[in-house]
């Protein structure tokens, strides 16, 4: 069955620091989206993306996020300068369509930890 | 706004004992609802979705989850436990509206089965 691969499994970074968390969504979904969950909390929306632009990004997603999908297959989250809130581990989802009734299929997240 | 409410963060059954955990809903229109189970170190993957066409859903290890209108809930259940099925649980509804797209999660439910 097709999945949603997210690399690295584990990323460390400095305070400061740009970071990259890299995913590939499953092939012939077109929407896209990241949320992330610190420890110990809920699952929170950060962004969603369809046809190369943000559709809908939260609070939370301020100024230090961006994403982008370089090419035909992978989908990226940026933080820009890194810091100790951002520690949390990062899941990336997509689905086949934006019917109410379609499920997002998750990957097994990046566990960002800032240092 | 929809958002979900789980009752009980942790949930501990024996091994072969009903397994009940709560989801509520808030939402002014009918819900989308979906159920996702974390294993340890993995990411979601969705075990049943609400979408109208049944109140009872089957999903997948045996789980199932019954719309209620009136007490709008959405609760999982599952006969028999087995220790396999200790993971974490979520409850998600999906955002209203033509662009809103995406999930909102419960706070989850830990689920430990005892031998």
């Known amino acids: 069955e097709p999945e949603v691969t997210q690399t690295p499994s584990h990323q460390v970074t400095q305070m400061g620091q740009e970071v990259i968390l890299r995913c590939v969504p499953i092939?012939?979904?077109?929407?896209f989206y990241w949320y992330r969950q610190i420890l110990g909390q809920k699952v929170e929306f950060l962004v969603s993306?369809?046809?190369?632009?943000?559709?809908?990004k939260s609070e939370i997603f301020d100024d230090q996020f961006s994403v982008e999908r370089p090419d035909g297959s992978n989908f990226t989250l940026k933080i820009r300068s890194t810091k100790l809130e951002d520690s949390a581990m990062y899941f990336c989802?997509?689905?086949?369509?934006?019917?109410?009734?379609?499920?997002?299929?998750f990957g097994n997240g990046t566990r960002l930890t800032v240092t | 706004a929809q958002s979900v409410t789980q009752l009980g963060s942790h949930v501990s059954v024996s091994e072969g004992a009903l397994v009940l955990l709560r989801c509520n809903y808030s939402?002014?229109?009918?819900?989308?609802l979906f159920w996702y189970v974390q294993y340890p170190n993995q990411g979601l993957q969705l075990l049943l979705k609400y979408t109208s066409a049944a109140t009872l859903v089957k999903g997948i290890n045996g789980f199932e989850a019954e719309f209620k209108k009136s007490e709008t809930s959405f609760h999982l259940t599952k006969p028999s436990a087995h220790m396999s099925d200790a993971a974490e649980y979520f409850c998600a509804v999906r955002a209203h509206g033509k662009t809103a797209n995406n999930l909102f999660f419960g706070t989850g439910t830990r689920l430990t089965v005892i031998p």
């Open positions: 939402s002014s229109v009918p819900p989308y």
């Open positions: 989802a997509s689905s086949g369509s934006n019917q109410k009734n379609s499920p997002l299929h």
């Open positions: 993306f369809y046809n190369n632009e943000i559709s809908e």
């Open positions: 092939s012939n979904h077109l929407y």
